[in-house]
């Protein structure tokens, strides 16, 4: 079924098969349509739409969706169309919006694509925190502070999965998609303030994958210290630009990225599909 995509996506697919990411059995075409399904990490269900190519007919897209989630049998998927600033889904990617639309999924929020750039200062870290690799600690002392960081969290995917699954059930698929990244095992660190867990910083091979304060120690400026780290350990391996996103409305995190000399590079719009 790869061969039926053109490249790159064609190698990107075989690549991403080899990481246990997606299969030949998750990929669909129709006419120039063509759809892959991914998942986060070997051994997880399908989470987001990936290398969907809409082609030139929204009506055929939207039916090659509708075929893929029916086959696929899934409760919930995402797509995300990022653009640059200004741009909209509805003008710029209207082909694609209107399959989206026709196969049954809302755009529910619109994101900050931010970027760090090489030769930009670097974060300083106050040095209040100390760090603690996360693989070197017990699994349910970090989901733990996972469940805490979701109590009153602003991102909004968070938002809902604890309101439908369960607080546990988000911290248990957020631990085990963070320990899958492909930063290095100590990459990944609780920050602590004694002997109190403060948050956690997760960078994989090129971004900030996740961030978060727990309810009491939020007002205190902590996100600052966990980001400076986190830009600070991808910074020295020499990448020329690190990546990050956050919610629209989050505004405490999108301005802590702001402040560490992150800038805003794009927005990125993100589409739910669930079964009724």
């Not at 020329?240 to 919610?247: F, K, L, N, S």
Request: contains cysteine; glycine residues 10%.
């Amino acid at each position: 079924m790869f061969d039926q995509f053109p490249e790159p996506a064609r190698s990107q697919l075989a690549g991403a098969f080899e990481e246990g990411r997606t299969r030949p059995e998750w990929c669909f075409t129709e006419g120039q349509a063509r759809l892959a399904f991914w998942a986060p990490f070997r051994g997880a269900d399908p989470v987001i739409t990936w290398q969907f190519e809409p082609g030139p007919d929204p009506a055929l897209a939207a039916g090659l969706l509708r075929r893929g989630l029916a086959e696929m049998g899934l409760d919930k998927i995402i797509h995300d169309i990022s653009l640059k600033p200004g741009l909209t889904p509805v003008i710029d990617r209207a082909v694609e919006h209107q399959a989206l639309l026709g196969a049954g999924f809302a755009m529910e929020v619109e994101r900050l694509m931010l970027e760090w750039r090489a030769g930009s200062d670097v974060p300083v870290d106050p040095g209040r925190l100390t760090y603690r690799p996360a693989r070197g600690l017990d699994a349910d002392s970090v989901l733990d502070v996972l469940v805490r960081i979701s109590e009153g969290s602003l991102d909004y995917d968070t938002q809902v999965e604890v309101a439908t699954a369960g607080a546990e059930h988000e911290a248990r698929w957020m631990y085990d998609d963070l320990i899958n990244r492909k930063g290095k095992p100590d990459w990944f660190v609780v920050g602590y303030l004694g002997d109190s867990p403060v948050g956690l910083v997760a960078p994989d091979d090129h971004s900030i994958a996740y961030i978060g304060v727990v309810p009491e120690h939020r007002g205190h400026g902590y996100v600052n210290d966990l980001l400076a780290r986190g830009t600070a350990t991808l910074a020295e391996t020499g990448l020329e630009r690190i990546v990050a996103a956050t919610d629209v409305g989050n505004a405490p995190t999108a301005n802590a990225f702001l402040r560490a000399g992150y800038s805003e590079v794009g927005r990125l719009f993100r589409y739910y599909w669930r079964a009724v």
